[in-house]
């Protein structure tokens, strides 16, 4: 399941709201590290979810960028039209919240990373006694089941589990929250039972998913701002290979990454410039950072162990 996304014209842009306007019942200005992206949509489970998920900004600042979720079976399932000019995404048929909220970190983070040097990473961040670290992998290979894994741990805190933003300060590479809540999935609770409440509490919508305040199981103490990273971590599921850990340079992970598109599917803009923006970034994130890849083949307690002593915390 995917969606397609078409580059369109400013023009072409103001042609889609002039004839969509009517669809539009709801607006909400919503604060994403420091820029504002509006919702424009005519469904209240959206406006709700969105709600849940960012917080919320004035609604006297003017939008960065805009976000349409509109409904129209004659455009196509899962149709995305994005104007880069004026940052304005159209999503036509789209049920999944998951991508509608990426969708509007992707709007952000095209901003962001023309205008202030700061870049996305689809990715789980976490602050593990004082050490930050990310996790990077390909959708099926672990990440949402190994960073709640490591939430277990009392010491471990948490800045996102799926979307940040970093940026390279001097010898450091520091990562910024994107969200205020988390979208989990049902599931989640028969990997780890320690999460068995928090999915008891949540709304879960026809996917079996959910945004949650994570702070309701380990705290707001535990919900972190920023970090700066030491560690990444790249995981990939290969049955097939008995290599469990392995330490990576910096050259063989860009090349991981940039083979499997950073690992992040909902990129808007692809054009060379913007690859070698985030090709420039993510080679200076892993020159600064030790990397591992470490394969999920085994069990989710045996993968958490091998995450656990490379990070010191097992």
Same mark, same amino acid.
């Given at each position: ?175 910024? /929250?994107? &969200? ?5 999935? =049902? +599931?989640? $609770?028969?990997?780890?039972? *320690?999460?068995? @409440? ?42 097939? /290979?008995? &290599? ?5 340079? =910096? +050259?063989? $992970?860009?090349?991981?990454? *940039?083979?499997? @598109? ?53």
């Amino acid at each position: 399941m995917s969606y397609a996304v078409e580059i369109i014209t400013i023009e072409r842009k103001e042609e889609l709201i002039e004839q969509y306007a009517r669809q539009v019942l709801y607006e909400v200005k919503s604060e994403i590290y420091g820029c504002c992206i509006k919702l424009l949509t005519g469904s209240p489970r959206i406006k709700n979810a969105w709600e849940e998920s960012f917080y919320f900004a004035s609604q006297n600042i003017r939008s960065h960028g805009r976000l349409y979720v509109l409904e129209d079976k004659s455009v196509g399932e899962n149709r995305v039209f994005y104007d880069p000019h004026s940052k304005s995404c159209f999503l036509f048929n789209i049920d999944y919240y998951g991508w509608i909220k990426s969708l509007a970190l992707s709007v952000a983070g095209d901003i962001l990373e023309d205008n202030h040097g700061i870049y996305s990473v689809h990715g789980a961040c976490l602050d593990v006694r004082g050490r930050g670290v990310c996790i990077l992998g390909g959708s099926g290979a672990g990440k949402t089941t190994h960073t709640y894994g490591l939430l277990r741990q009392p010491k471990a805190r948490v800045v996102s589990d799926d979307w940040f933003f970093a940026r390279v300060f001097g010898d450091d590479v520091l990562a910024y /929250s994107s &969200e205020k809540n988390f979208y989990i999935r =049902a +599931d989640l $609770a028969d990997i780890w039972k *320690e999460f068995s @409440g928090l999915v008891g509490k949540a709304v879960l919508d026809e996917l079996g998913r959910a945004v949650v305040d994570l702070r309701w199981v380990i705290g707001k103490g535990r919900i972190l701002p920023l970090t700066t990273l030491e560690n990444v971590i790249v995981l990939k599921r290969d049955p097939s /290979s008995e &290599e469990i850990v392995r330490e990576l340079g =910096a +050259d063989e $992970a860009l090349a991981i990454l *940039e083979a499997n @598109g950073y690992f992040n599917p909902h990129l808007l803009v692809k054009s060379d410039f913007k690859r070698r923006l985030r090709s420039r970034f993510f080679r200076e994130l892993f020159t600064r950072t030790r990397v591992y890849e470490v394969n999920t083949r085994g069990t989710p307690e045996e993968s958490q162990r091998a995450i656990g002593a490379i990070l010191g915390s097992g």
